[in-house]
């Protein structure tokens, strides 16, 4: 390429230089647009298509397979600004962001790339001219250092473009030479270094230069320029490349540090401003935030970090690019707490990145309320295990002070992690400054050991042909849509914004669903609550915003482990997999189930304080309009113990107790009096609910428990018990209401008692008195009446008499009477053979719409075979019925009523044969 298509396209008097970071970057991108570069937007962080790399860490990541050969694009120039993450293997620079002016996880690769186009004289002179001309940066303040092979570069710096010998550097492999890999492109480097100056020096040598490469903080890399030439074979050898290419990469925290004046990056605008908001919610002096420096400056970075990571759609987990993420969060909540922070604030923070940068990463702005929450979310969750965590470490470094040991093991450092929550870099952080160390290399056997056990190993896709949650939790990991299984936290809120990740329609993966559609939706999070102990599912919406459509969730699923579907209706619109949602719980009615769930904790301890310490769960159902609550007793609880509890439950109500939930060993929960239900499986960390027990005070109840629960215990309001009985065999259940549940019962038994007030005309306080009044004019008119009733049988019976019939030489009577009831009927036969001596009688008469009949035989007649039971059987056949009894009494029912008169009309010819048979 001719030299005049080299040259740059300004000269350092036409260009206004560029002083804030947003300016540098977009003067980079401008200045090599205007030399025929493309501007390609940035990759995102996480690597899905390469399972080497978790996340891009270079500008040229997205261009490989353009310098292979394996890819051609329209452009043979292209720059970019590229976001980086480096936070792990080689290039894991963890440990040092804090302490170190210029270490950090994320950072942002200005560079540009020519595929088989200009190669080293045009990226040494697009460079230099950036450099002096565009940044205005003194020449003399810039050393460039090259191969000690590569004399081609040297000379174009020295007679090309003029740079005193004195300024320019020959140094080995260690640092002017990349490799790809160990086969395939690579080639020379030539890199630019800015000189601090003689007072930045902080290796003390009177020879100080960039040759000693011994991170002295006068020297500063700026720029590395790759000029790919070379393709290495497996036996070492290299051949040059038919089109050599150009890989550059500038660091903008670097380059705005230079043109700032700033040695420390924190101290230039993309850190200045997150650090300056900290400052203020701290309310910290100048001299405070100088002695928290540290503190400052990871909060910083990793807020910055994790605000790019969750905007490219990486969310907190146990492993992959989750694992990162929820581990830099973690660490930055670890030193907030060290620097003062007693809530959540990395939203604040992160909301100083969205505003500073969303102009250039748009991203960012379109997923700033999900950014936050899910920053404080994860806070939350960090902030639950933390003091366990700590206390656990604590007692681990005593015993290993008592001891004289100065390396914790790998397997308790993967116990700290898997059951405390605490990551392995935290550990690292807090036990450094003790001068202990860590086997790091048997933590990571023992998680490869756990990964193996548990079948989570980090990227174990879940084994197909388990049916379709099978299949799409599979294509959901290889995706790398998820870590390890869909984030639930159905504590933090009702209100969660996720992207659709998975449909489910008829039992088969979809892409979209639409009105009227009964389907499954999977999102990466949800806080949806999954029906356990008791505690019914939530229900409530999954919207759209940019499109408004809505589904309706009616109930929620687990069906395999990892996969959490919201079960419903589209109500409207369309839903297609990749959309952005809002989720967004019934509260009101989750807030009754929590009323009723922390009801059933006082109720619970109220039982074993009235009825023994024997009483335990057996168990329970936590809905929105009631509670049910099975539990060991071997009788029934009377009405006046169970007015009793009743009465202590809402005074504990009442007492309005805190409701408190931590998270700690299930040991020590158990060693603290927790109540844990006998066949419960728990893990080593338990979560309890304590309500009560402030200060020195002992608390009033406290239980291991997953569900949901109110703050305070007066939020429950009234508590009503509606029944109890028996389950099974020393079993007991009782039902009771609370809250809108309760206040509505009270309500309908009110009105109950103003109606019968206004019936009875009498005020509701002499209600009893008159009550009890009209119950015995009650019983003193029905007394009467069944005398008037006996003696109106009576007479009628004396009636009835006068149709008895001789058939066979015995008496017999079948008629059909007015008697009230079977008593009555019982009676009039009694009367019958106190009357005739000898005979057979049925009286028949009609209850409910139904035919009874009550039949007698005298004993003579049953001495030759004539029995009642036996009559009124046959009897009873005719009405479409049956019956029995005792040879001189029986009762038998039917159904048609209308064949009273022809059941009866068979009486005598029973009698005449049964007799002459006999």
Same mark, same amino acid.
């Given at each position: 390429?001719?030299?005049?298509?080299?040259?740059?396209?300004?000269?350092?008097?036409?260009?206004?230089?560029?002083?804030?970071?947003?300016?540098?970057?977009?003067?980079?991108?401008?200045?090599?647009?205007?030399?025929?570069?493309?501007?390609?937007?940035?990759?995102?962080?996480?690597?899905?298509?390469?399972?080497?790399?978790?996340?891009?860490?270079?500008?040229?990541?997205?261009?490989?397979?353009?310098?292979?050969?394996?890819?051609?694009?329209?452009?043979?120039?292209?720059?970019?600004?590229?976001?980086?993450?480096?936070?792990?293997?080689?290039?894991?620079?963890?440990?040092?962001?804090?302490?170190?002016?210029?270490?950090?996880?994320?950072?942002?690769?200005?560079?540009?790339?020519?595929?088989?186009?200009?190669?080293?004289?045009?990226?040494?002179?697009?460079?230099?001219?950036?450099?002096?001309?565009?940044?205005?940066?003194?020449?003399?303040?810039?050393?460039?250092?090259?191969?000690?092979?590569?004399?081609?570069?040297?000379?174009?710096?020295?007679?090309?473009?003029?740079?005193?010998?004195?300024?320019?550097?020959?140094?080995?492999?260690?640092?002017?030479?990349?490799?790809?890999?160990?086969?395939?492109?690579?080639?020379?480097?030539?890199?630019?270094?800015?000189?601090?100056?003689?007072?930045?020096?902080?290796?003390?040598?009177?020879?100080?230069?960039?040759?000693?490469?011994?991170?002295?903080?006068?020297?500063?890399?700026?720029?590395?320029?790759?000029?790919?030439?070379?393709?290495?074979?497996?036996?070492?050898?290299?051949?040059?490349?038919?089109?050599?290419?150009?890989?550059?990469?500038?660091?903008?925290?670097?380059?705005?540090?230079?043109?700032?004046?700033?040695?420390?990056?924190?101290?230039?605008?993309?850190?200045?401003?997150?650090?300056?908001?900290?400052?203020?919610?701290?309310?910290?002096?100048?001299?405070?935030?100088?002695?928290?420096?540290?503190?400052?400056?990871?909060?910083?970075?990793?807020?910055?970090?994790?605000?790019?990571?969750?905007?490219?759609?990486?969310?907190?987990?146990?492993?992959?690019?989750?694992?990162?993420?929820?581990?830099?969060?973690?660490?930055?909540?670890?030193?907030?707490?060290?620097?003062?922070?007693?809530?959540?604030?990395?939203?604040?923070?992160?909301?100083?990145?969205?505003?500073?940068?969303?102009?250039?990463?748009?991203?960012?702005?379109?997923?700033?309320?999900?950014?936050?929450?899910?920053?404080?979310?994860?806070?939350?969750?960090?902030?639950?295990?933390?003091?366990?965590?700590?206390?656990?470490?604590?007692?681990?470094?005593?015993?290993?002070?008592?001891?004289?040991?100065?390396?914790?093991?790998?397997?308790?450092?993967?116990?700290?992690?898997?059951?405390?929550?605490?990551?392995?870099?935290?550990?690292?952080?807090?036990?450094?400054?003790?001068?202990?160390?860590?086997?790091?290399?048997?933590?990571?056997?023992?998680?490869?050991?756990?990964?193996?056990?548990?079948?989570?190993?980090?990227?174990?896709?879940?084994?197909?042909?388990?049916?379709?949650?099978?299949?799409?939790?599979?294509?959901?990991?290889?995706?790398?849509?998820?870590?390890?299984?869909?984030?639930?936290?159905?504590?933090?809120?009702?209100?969660?914004?996720?992207?659709?990740?998975?449909?489910?329609?008829?039992?088969?993966?979809?892409?979209?669903?639409?009105?009227?559609?009964?389907?499954?939706?999977?999102?990466?999070?949800?806080?949806?609550?999954?029906?356990?102990?008791?505690?019914?599912?939530?229900?409530?919406?999954?919207?759209?915003?940019?499109?408004?459509?809505?589904?309706?969730?009616?109930?929620?699923?687990?069906?395999?482990?990892?996969?959490?579907?919201?079960?419903?209706?589209?109500?409207?619109?369309?839903?297609?997999?990749?959309?952005?949602?809002?989720?967004?719980?019934?509260?009101?009615?989750?807030?009754?189930?929590?009323?009723?769930?922390?009801?059933?904790?006082?109720?619970?301890?109220?039982?074993?304080?009235?009825?023994?310490?024997?009483?335990?769960?057996?168990?329970?159902?936590?809905?929105?309009?009631?509670?049910?609550?099975?539990?060991?007793?071997?009788?029934?609880? %009377? &009405?006046?113990?169970?007015?009793?509890?009743? *009465?202590?439950?809402? /005074?504990?109500? =009442? #007492?309005? +107790?805190?409701?408190?939930?931590?998270?700690?060993?299930?040991?020590?929960?158990?060693?603290?009096?927790?109540?844990?239900?006998?066949?419960?499986?728990?893990?080593?960390?338990?979560?309890?609910?304590?309500?009560?027990?402030?200060?020195?005070?002992?608390?009033?109840?406290?239980?291991?428990?997953?569900?949901?629960?109110?703050?305070?215990?007066?939020?429950?309001?009234?508590?009503?018990?509606?029944?109890?009985?028996?389950?099974?065999?020393?079993?007991?259940?009782?039902?009771?209401?609370?809250?809108?549940?309760?206040?509505?019962?009270?309500?309908?038994?009110?009105?109950?008692?103003?109606?019968?007030?206004?019936?009875?005309?009498?005020?509701?306080?002499?209600?009893?008195?008159?009550?009890?009044?009209?119950? %015995? &004019?009650?019983?003193?008119?029905?007394?009467? *009446?069944?005398?008037? /009733?006996?003696? =109106? #049988?009576? +007479?009628?019976?004396?009636?009835?008499?006068?149709?008895?019939?001789?058939?066979?030489?015995?008496?017999?009577?079948?008629?059909?009477?007015?008697?009230?009831?079977?008593?009555?009927?019982?009676?009039?036969?009694?009367?019958?053979?106190?009357?005739?001596?000898?005979?057979?009688?049925?009286?028949?008469?009609?209850?409910?719409?139904?035919?009874?009949?009550?039949?007698?035989?005298?004993?003579?007649?049953?001495?030759?075979?004539?029995?009642?039971?036996?009559?009124?059987?046959?009897?009873?056949?005719?009405?479409?019925?049956?019956?029995?009894?005792?040879?001189?009494?029986?009762?038998?029912?039917?159904?048609?009523?209308?064949?009273?008169?022809?059941?009866?009309?068979?009486?005598?010819?029973?009698?005449?044969?049964?007799?002459?048979?006999?």
């Amino acid at each position: 390429m001719a030299i005049s298509n080299l040259q740059s396209p300004i000269s350092s008097e036409e260009q206004m230089k560029p002083t804030t970071s947003n300016e540098i970057r977009q003067a980079f991108l401008e200045f090599f647009n205007e030399l025929n570069h493309e501007i390609v937007p940035s990759a995102p962080l996480p690597q899905h298509d390469n399972p080497t790399l978790l996340f891009t860490n270079a500008g040229m990541n997205q261009f490989v397979d353009v310098f292979l050969g394996k890819e051609k694009r329209p452009y043979s120039r292209a720059t970019s600004s590229q976001k980086c993450m480096r936070v792990q293997g080689k290039h894991n620079d963890l440990e040092n962001v804090g302490p170190s002016p210029r270490h950090h996880t994320f950072f942002e690769m200005l560079g540009n790339f020519s595929f088989g186009d200009y190669f080293k004289e045009g990226a040494i002179r697009f460079a230099y001219d950036f450099m002096t001309k565009v940044c205005q940066i003194p020449a003399d303040k810039l050393y460039f250092t090259v191969h000690t092979s590569d004399d081609e570069a040297y000379d174009i710096w020295a007679n090309k473009v003029g740079v005193p010998p004195s300024h320019i550097l020959r140094m080995g492999d260690k640092t002017n030479f990349w490799m790809m890999g160990d086969v395939g492109p690579c080639g020379p480097t030539s890199e630019i270094h800015y000189d601090w100056g003689p007072e930045a020096c902080t290796c003390g040598r009177p020879d100080c230069s960039v040759l000693l490469d011994n991170d002295c903080d006068r020297w500063l890399e700026v720029w590395n320029l790759v000029f790919m030439q070379y393709d290495q074979a497996e036996d070492g050898t290299r051949t040059l490349l038919p089109k050599p290419g150009v890989d550059t990469g500038m660091g903008l925290e670097r380059i705005t540090s230079v043109v700032q004046g700033t040695p420390v990056n924190y101290n230039n605008d993309l850190f200045a401003p997150a650090m300056d908001r900290v400052q203020a919610m701290l309310g910290d002096t100048a001299e405070e935030r100088q002695e928290k420096y540290v503190g400052y400056r990871v909060i910083a970075d990793h807020g910055r970090a994790a605000t790019f990571l969750i905007a490219d759609g990486v969310r907190p987990g146990a492993a992959g690019a989750g694992y990162v993420l929820r581990m830099i969060i973690r660490r930055a909540a670890r030193f907030g707490r060290q620097i003062g922070f007693q809530q959540p604030f990395l939203a604040d923070v992160a909301q100083v990145y969205i505003d500073q940068m969303g102009e250039a990463y748009p991203e960012l702005r379109q997923r700033a309320e999900h950014i936050r929450h899910t920053l404080t979310q994860e806070e939350r969750r960090f902030a639950r295990t933390l003091d366990a965590a700590l206390s656990q470490l604590i007692t681990i470094l005593e015993e290993m002070d008592e001891k004289g040991e100065k390396e914790i093991d790998g397997q308790t450092a993967f116990n700290l992690y898997a059951t405390y929550g605490l990551p392995l870099e935290i550990t690292r952080d807090l036990v450094k400054e003790r001068g202990i160390t860590i086997d790091e290399k048997g933590y990571n056997a023992a998680r490869a050991a756990h990964a193996l056990a548990s079948g989570s190993g980090a990227f174990k896709a879940y084994e197909r042909g388990t049916g379709v949650y099978g299949d799409l939790l599979a294509d959901l990991q290889e995706a790398g849509l998820l870590d390890g299984g869909v984030e639930y936290d159905p504590y933090i809120g009702a209100r969660l914004r996720s992207d659709v990740i998975g449909l489910i329609r008829d039992g088969e993966i979809v892409q979209t669903i639409g009105p009227g559609d009964k389907a499954e939706i999977v999102t990466a999070a949800t806080p949806f609550y999954v029906e356990a102990g008791g505690e019914v599912s939530d229900t409530g919406t999954i919207s759209i915003p940019e499109t408004g459509a809505e589904f309706r969730v009616t109930k929620m699923g687990k069906p395999v482990n990892g996969l959490i579907v919201h079960v419903g209706e589209v109500v409207q619109g369309e839903i297609g997999v990749g959309q952005e949602a809002l989720l967004v719980v019934d509260d009101g009615r989750r807030a009754d189930i929590r009323r009723n769930h922390t009801a059933t904790h006082i109720l619970h301890r109220e039982l074993r304080a009235h009825l023994g310490n024997h009483v335990t769960q057996q168990g329970s159902l936590v809905a929105p309009d009631r509670l049910r609550f099975d539990f060991s007793h071997d009788k029934a609880v %009377d &009405d006046s113990t169970l007015a009793a509890i009743e *009465a202590d439950i809402n /005074q504990a109500i =009442l #007492a309005n +107790y805190p409701v408190k939930v931590r998270y700690m060993g299930q040991q020590e929960a158990i060693e603290k009096g927790a109540m844990a239900l006998f066949g419960e499986k728990y893990g080593d960390i338990v979560r309890t609910i304590t309500l009560g027990g402030d200060g020195d005070k002992p608390f009033y109840s406290m239980e291991l428990c997953g569900g949901l629960h109110v703050s305070e215990t007066n939020d429950i309001g009234q508590f009503r018990f509606v029944s109890e009985g028996a389950v099974a065999a020393g079993v007991r259940r009782v039902e009771a209401v609370t809250g809108r549940g309760a206040q509505a019962l009270i309500a309908e038994r009110l009105d109950v008692l103003d109606r019968l007030a206004d019936l009875l005309n009498a005020p509701v306080g002499e209600l009893e008195n008159r009550l009890e009044a009209l119950l %015995d &004019d009650h019983k003193t008119l029905q007394k009467n *009446a069944e005398q008037l /009733q006996r003696k =109106l #049988a009576r +007479y009628q019976f004396g009636e009835l008499l006068g149709q008895v019939q001789t058939i066979a030489g015995t008496n017999v009577l079948a008629v059909q009477v007015e008697a009230s009831d079977v008593d009555t009927m019982r009676e009039m036969a009694d009367w019958f053979r106190d009357k005739v001596k000898t005979g057979t009688a049925v009286f028949a008469v009609i209850q409910n719409d139904k035919p009874l009949f009550v039949a007698t035989v005298t004993d003579d007649l049953i001495k030759r075979g004539l029995k009642a039971g036996d009559i009124v059987r046959e009897v009873a056949k005719v009405v479409g019925g049956g019956g029995g009894g005792r040879p001189n009494m029986a009762q038998a029912g039917g159904h048609d009523a209308s064949k009273i008169g022809e059941a009866l009309a068979i009486v005598p010819d029973l009698v005449a044969r049964t007799i002459e048979n006999n």
